[in-house]
């Protein structure tokens, strides 16, 4: 597991880092956390000419309150994400989401803004992210330009990130006083997510008011559950109204079919967990 | 003797250095001037090798050479497999680098010899091996067929067939009398999954051609049995090879092979002329180092209407996977003799069908056979149970042999020293709950509880303490069974032992200290257990098939009492006695009677000085002893799993886990309790978890650990165990082997316990692993078949 010789900087701000990502050309890649890109590396299915890594760059890490949402620097770890008071406040899925990724060595060294530039179908965080609307930001030659997440995932492995960009802050609107729960199938503890379901309802006298359900490994992107969110609007806060209503949640995906099932189960699934997870978040 | 030791749950001497990471494991040793390998295994699962091009490879920077299979065709010989089961068994050659075919996916074609481990595997890289591409035959029942050949030379894909019957071997009546006269009869097939051992120190080796002897480090299970067979098949005499095991982390049987990496990295070695290293990657680990079960059972049991059951017929195919490694074939075999398992059935027939096919080959892993063999008895009468409407327990209980009854000679031909199934599963229903646990599963069932509960009952016996060596060679076997050891004391007063069961990881220097330190009464911490070197322990058989403790352990004990005898002389001598009055106890040699005593410490440096000794005596203490056993030992157990289906997903949740083992006299009971642990985890793993898939052209999909799944801790229970004693005849210590048995009895268990929470949805089988998927498709099925009530 020796990855192919390749070149190394580690630039200390944003600015040093683009500067690095013009010259070195389109055989580049930024390291994170390394948690995806390593493996790939010592696998060889990536052997990148330079490596450039973003783990010196301060101002790329922790997270911030910014008036109607909280501001993550990419750099952010699992673990942060997952232990930190203001996105416990307004943001539970996203630290729950966070707290289910693999093990605690992992969520140490992996980052918020590496798993969702790293796009897997199965990762966790990029439903939360997709169901909270939220906006990437994005630095590159021509300065910042931003994404909002339903553009950011393009498909497989694929995000809205150009070459010679670097995504440096992920703004997340809070949805404070929302319940909130990331329902994650697996077959051992560490494992991917099988199918996963990213749910925030807002509860209003006895009525699901409002509801943003995001689905995991349902599709070469993560998705919403459009049709799940109609039919909960305005319904009556019962076990019957979120199961009629979580029946429609693989309308529209198109997931895969591999060792841990085929598409027909992952359909089947992605029913169920929504219906639990919309229970959970309603705090049935 | 006082019995301070025996018994007591000491904390491994070992662990400390192990998990402070001052291990010193084969890929830490570092020698001067030493060469990196790296392999180029073939992306095919049958193909023929039309070139192999290295020129660009050799010029890469840093590379010494590159081996081709043609380089070494006339030194590599052919791997060995020691165990013909028949004397027309059929096997192709097995060169360590293919010279011009590949017959599995990952087979070596090409080792790269370079200054680093990086610049070999640039260069692995680099060399353009062109194939010709053939078809390949992956499915045993395909394989059986003989339409697509493994190996096309063979002109078959069967390697042998072996049969035991009952009616002919007069040890029972024949099984199709009792087939014919069944009141009941269970048909069923059973597949045991092909399964990867995943220990967790990858393979390593280091060779060291300079000087004498060639030195070989290996992460091995067997360096004696590596040493002989590396000799003869790369034609070097013994005397010139040295072979050590340093630190090995795990083997499960998947280090008790002679492997191909082996035999190329002294290849390279005496190539070079240089120490050379090589250490595979996980990927290849899993790709290429032996797989284990992969069977076919077809099986037919015959029962009265009362549950009495009549007769057991066997049908296996088994996998061995592309070649024959040093025991492949064997390993049904180990299987067949346990089928009956603890029952006492009358009539008995066992037929098995060596078959190759394009995967990696298959051999020993935990269990070797006796999962297998047991997975389906307990499978079977838990059928019958539901057939006759019974209850499993009182099936079994109605077939077992009771404790009054042993000896006793099974329809297999093997006799059962000692065992107690009553007590023992007396024990576990108890710790279970077993009657509020089916109360629980009838209301759940009644109010349609989306989350069912299932129990899962398994009781085990097994053959272990490999082996008897007449009963080796009646089998056809190459080697014996006999175990040796040496005990040495110190002109201080220090023991040294010397055992030729080389542990990896089981705690061999621990218990051997507390067997040693009782019999000699000294204190544990002045004995040192010295294993895993050939030049070191010159003598062994190594460690596998629960064998060490109650073969190798009495070698120890032989060799200490014949300390004893020896230093009684000097003790007699120096006390002016004769020896008739001389008694052993703690550590001193008194006459009898009298006030008067010499410790053994004070006889030990006697002897060094040889000042004084008896005319003749020779001055030393030290002694020899190799032990053979006369039968095999049978621990045995009952083990319940509750089980949790939800329904809804298919996911299986281990509600609770009781096992109750009789492992007979226990030397320390933590090593034991971390054997049942371990061994239940890798016998849910079957049950649950794990399973080696390739795709159609014969390619591993579960090529590493994101796909292959080893369960971990948070994915396992908290296991109850308990254990009844009920001690073995068939050594002096009482001790019955432990490495195997959770593994042999928690599959059936937890398989069982899946069945019995889905059964009356109308769920038949399912096949391993359980996955949440299948259960959920099992389901789905049931419920459009119309579901039995
Ligand atoms: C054993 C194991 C189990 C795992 N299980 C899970 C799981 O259950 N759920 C889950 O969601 N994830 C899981 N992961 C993945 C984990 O979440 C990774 O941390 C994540 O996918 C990548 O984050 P990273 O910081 O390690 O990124 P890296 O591996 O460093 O980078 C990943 C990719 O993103 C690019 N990149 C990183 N940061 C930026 C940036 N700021 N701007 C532009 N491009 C960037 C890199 O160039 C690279 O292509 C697992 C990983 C491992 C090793």
Known sequence: MIPSAFDYAAPATVAEALSVLADAGDDVKLLAGGQSLIPVMKLRLADPAMVVDLGRIGELSGVRDDGDALLIGAMTTHHQVATDPLVAAHLPLL???????????????????????HADPAGDLPAAVLAADAT??????????????????????????????????????????????????????????????????????????????????????????????????????????????????????????DLNGDASYRRHLAEVLTRRAVIAAAGL | MTTAEVGRARPRKEDAHLITGRSRYTDNITLPGMLHLAMVRSPFAHARITSVD??????????????????????????????????????????????????????????????????ARDAAELVDVSYEELPVVLDLEEAVKDEVLAHPDLGTNKSATWIFDSGEAGTGKPVSEALAAAEVLIERTFYQQRLIPSFMEPRSTVVDPTGEQITVWSATQVPHILRLMLALTLGIPESKMRVIAPDVGGGFGGKLQVTPEEAITVLAARHTGKPCKYTETRSESLMAAHHGRAQVQKLKLSATKDGIVTGLDVHLLADMGAYLGLVTSGIPILGAFMYNSIYKFPAYR?????????????????????????????????????????????????????????????????????????????????????????????????????????????????MCGLAPSRVLGALNYAAGGWEHAQVRVLPTGNIEVVTGSSAHGQGHETAWSQLVADRLGVPFENVEVLHGDTQISQRGLDTYGSRSLTVGGMAVLAAADKVIEKAKVVAAHMMEASEEDIEFTDGKFRVKGTEQSTALGEIAFAIFSAHNLPDGFEPNLDSDATFDPQNFSFPHGTHLAAMEVDTETGQVTIRKYVCVDDVGVVVNPLIVEGQVHGGLAQGIAQALYEEAVHDDAGTLVTGSFVDYLVPGAPDLPHFTTARTETPSTTNQLGAKGVGEAGTIASTPAIVNGVLDAVRHLGVKDIRMPCTPSRVWAALEEAKMTGGVQ
């Open chain 1, 95 to 117: 630290a729950k989401a966070a707290a289910t990724v693999a093990d605690p060595q992992v969520r140490h060294r992996g980052t918020f803004g590496g798993a969702l530039v």
């Open chain 1, 136 to 257: 990437f930001i994005l630095a590159g030659p021509g300065g910042e330009r931003r994404v909002e997440a339903a553009d950011f995932f393009q498909g497989y492995f694929t995000t809205a990130v150009a070459e010679g960009e670097i995504l440096t802050h992920i703004r997340v609107p809070k949805y404070t006083g929302w319940g909130a729960h990331y329902e994650k199938f697996t077959r051992v503890a560490q494992q991917w997510s099988i199918v996963a379901v990213a749910a925030m309802v807002r509860v209003e006298d006895g009525t699901i008011a409002e509801a943003r359900i995001g689905l995991t490994n349902m599709g070469s992107t993560p998705l919403r559950a459009a049709a799940v969110e109609q039919a909960l609007a305005g319904t009556p806060l019962t076990r019957e109204a979120i199961a009629a209503a979580s029946a429609h949640a693989a309308e529209g995906t198109d997931p895969a079919s």
């Open chain 2, 54 to 119: 290295a020129s660009a490879a050799k010029s890469s920077p840093g590379v010494v050479a590159v081996l081709t299979g043609a380089d070494v065709a006339d030194q590599q010989g052919s791997l060995p497999n020691a165990w013909p089961i028949t004397p027309d068994q059929k096997a192709p050659a097995h060169p360590a680098i293919a010279v011009d075919t590949v017959a599995f996916a990952g087979e070596v074609v090409a080792c790269i010899i370079a200054r680093s481990a990086a610049a």
């Open chain 2, 350 to 462: 066992f037929e098995c069908t060596n078959l190759f096919t394009n995967k990696a080959w298959t051999d020993a892993y935990r269990g070797a056979g006796r999962p297998e063999a047991t997975f389906a008895i307990e499978r079977l009468m838990d059928e019958l149970a539901v057939e006759l409407d019974m209850d499993p327990l009182e099936v079994r209980e109605k077939n077992w042999i009771k404790h009054e009854e042993f000896p006793f000679t099974t329809v297999a031909g093997l006799e059962y020293d000692s065992g107690n199934y009553e007590a023992a599963t007396a024990k576990a229903l108890e710790l279970f709950g077993y009657d509020a646990l089916r109360a629980e599963q009838v209301r759940r069932r009644e109010s349609n509880d989306p989350v069912q509960l299932g129990i899962g009952i398994s009781t085990f016996t097994e």
